[in-house]
């Protein structure tokens, strides 16, 4: 009964919100436009974009902009839900913000231990950053623009952040070329396991469903590190185990062994192939010598997309997974969208840009 009480209105309004999701032919019609300005004018007359982009003077736009506004009606959304769930725990909805914060940044700390000459154009960052308004603890831009390892921990003085990324400065002494990647996976264990802590006060059912939820996004986001690092990093294979989120749902101990153990990337993705994981594999469509760990970022948000895809189209039971699932569906859905301006401003053929897509076509 407690569970039907909490969400007996969340389900109604959650289908109404999920409707409004771009179509194919909305996709189809977005890639055969021929410039930013084309793109808003089409988002101003969609169900999911018109409020958002209604003030926005479509002949002027940049894209940065239009990037900024959509990240920012997703954060709405995500606020929006929370005065759904009334009963929601304040100190889960909080790390629920965090999530965004934590992707800001990495982005922001990527770009402050870039060369110099690859910052002159830092403007270019404000429109990747989610605005969480008021519950920011971090100015993005400003970690963006540090010169130096103890400026960033000083722009992150006050904040939880701080001592994450303290440690890891600590371990990886000097220039080490897996210092990014390793900043992320700190990031993303400090996260996940904050919000595990945080499911104490919430029901069984959904500690059980963000324990899944959050196990699976540790499982491929370790995946993906794994493969990274063998492309582009020489790691002993119990340093790479070592760095790993330490966190898992359908890989075992030994799987996450032989995945640090592999030789190459070939033999990782070999491993990948007779995994849990396999249907990730399927989607490349490509040689397995021809895969590229983008290709296989890409191809994990798609298993993720298809997986909430399917989740809301049932919106069975009472609990906290459909939020989840439409969360997903957005940010996706506007990767998306940036993804199909960057590929129309650079005059890319639409099968092109199709591959670039998470959503499968």
Known sequence: MGSILTYAGVRAKLAAMASRFLK???????IAKESVPEITKYLQGTSMYSDALKNVNAEEIHRRDLETILKADL???VRKFFTFFVTLDRTFAGYILRRYEVENLKLAIRNALMESEAKKNIQELKGKFYDIGNKALIDPMKIASSSSKEEILSNLENTPYQEVIRNIFASYKGEQPNLVGAIENA??????FGILKATVNLKYDDYMIIKEMVGERADLINMEWIVRAKEFYTLRPEELYNSLIPMRFKLSISDLHKLCDARNTNEVLSVIADSPYRE???DLNANVANVTPDM?????????YKKAKKALSVLGGFSIAPFFHYSYLKEYEIMDITTITEGVRYSMKPDEIKSYLIRPF
Do not use: G, P
């Open 296 to 304: 296989v970022t890409r191809s994990a948000r798609r298993f993720l």
């Open 24 to 30: 194919k032919k909305d996709y189809e019609a977005l």
């Open 187 to 192: 990031l993303d264990r400090w996260l996940f």
């Open 280 to 282: 990730i594999l399927r």
């Open 75 to 77: 954060v709405k959304d």
